[in-house]
């Protein structure tokens, strides 16, 4: 999402940072989405994280008067990547918690830098992939059919809730995957967390349209885990992380950008079976093993050289600071 102004080069260290907090934090998001979605329903638990979350960085950017109103051309965008990359992406996760353990969620959006990958391919001036990237592409989508073998049996027996959530998720994953592509070919005047801001809050409208249309606004229990799930999703998950996510758009290729999705399962899995007890049949961590082999594959590919002047440019900016 770059902005249209002449600023300074960014500095490396609040590149690593944003890094750290985007590996770190966003893993820990699936398991304050469990507890949400124990107490509270899933477009209930998106709406309040996002509108507040969107409410709060507005008034922050309105507070140190920052660029912060876009014009019609970049509010369309901010709507389209709203939707797409927290109404579409994030919440699709948020419900398909209730009938997923965390850790399989957080493998199945490691996806995304495969999606990436493919997406890329057919865009003009897009991040070509050699022999290697194909590899890691092919691995990884085995490695799904072995993540998703003990859901898709219970699907034949009758039980299609896992299999249902699993699709759910990928395509939520392709969604937030197709707006992070938009958003890092799209200039804005406003600043990064401006634009951020609007983004929560969209994504906030939409699933308020979504709580409306389905009537998914009964058996809410505001308690304690309700409130705790919410806010560290608001203060961790959406404010700090996704403003760090979005500076790294700003600044860093989309492929490396996405290896985010390797760190993260790990630590949802390392949290689930800590926290939540959650177990794993041996299918399952033969699938887990292939996708994490399949994204470093895919992010450490060098790329084509039609391409190579584009993701040379992205990661120099990250390194002339």
């Known amino acids: 999402m770059p902005v249209n102004s002449a600023t300074s080069a960014p500095n490396r260290t609040k590149i690593l940072l944003c890094f750290a907090c985007v590996y ?19 477009f209930v638990l998106g709406s309040v994280r996002f509108l507040m979350a969107g409410v709060l960085m507005l008034v922050a950017s309105a507070v140190v008067k920052g660029k912060m109103w876009p014009n019609r051309q970049e509010l369309v965008r901010l709507v389209v990547i709203g939707v797409l990359m927290l109404g579409c992406g994030n919440t699709s996760v948020i419900w398909a918690e209730q009938y997923l353990p965390t850790g399989l969620a957080a493998l199945l959006v490691a996806v995304v830098p495969l999606y990436a990958a493919l997406i890329e391919i057919v865009l003009p001036r897009g991040e070509g992939l050699r022999v290697k990237g ?6 990884g989508f085995v490695g799904l059919v072995f993540l998703l073998w003990p ?10 809730r896992q299999i249902v959530a699993a699709g759910v998720t990928l395509g939520g994953a392709m969604c937030w995957t197709s707006a992070s592509v938009i ?35 009964h058996g809410a229990q505001w308690g304690l885990q309700a409130w705790a799930s919410t806010l560290y999703l ?11 996510y979005v500076y790294l758009l700003d600044h860093v290729a989309v492929s490396k950008v996405a290896t985010y999705a390797y760190v ?11 926290l939540l007890h959650e177990r794993f049949v041996a299918v399952e961590y033969v699938g887990m093993a292939a996708i994490l082999v399949a994204v470093f594959l895919v992010t450490s590919s060098k790329m084509k050289s039609g391409a ?11 390194q002339e600071a």
Request: proline content about 3%; overall charge neutral.
């Open 134 to 139: 194909w590899v890691g592409v092919c691995i």
């Open 151 to 160: 859901g898709l049996r219970e699907g034949l027996r009758g039980d299609s």
């Open 234 to 244: 608001v203060a961790f998950g959406s404010i700090l992380t996704y403003s760090a």
């Open 264 to 274: 993260n399962p790990v630590i949802a899995v390392v949290l689930g079976v800590i």
């Open 183 to 217: 958003s890092r070919r799209s200039t804005f005047r406003i600043s990064g967390f401006a634009a951020a801001g609007w983004e929560m809050l969209f994504g906030g409208v939409f699933n308020v349209l979504m709580l409306v249309a389905t009537k998914g606004y």
């Open 24 to 42: 770190l934090f966003w893993g820990s998001t699936y398991l304050a989405m469990r507890y949400g979605v124990e107490v509270l329903p899933p």
């Open 308 to 318: 190579a002047s584009v993701v040379n440019d992205d990661i120099a900016a990250g």
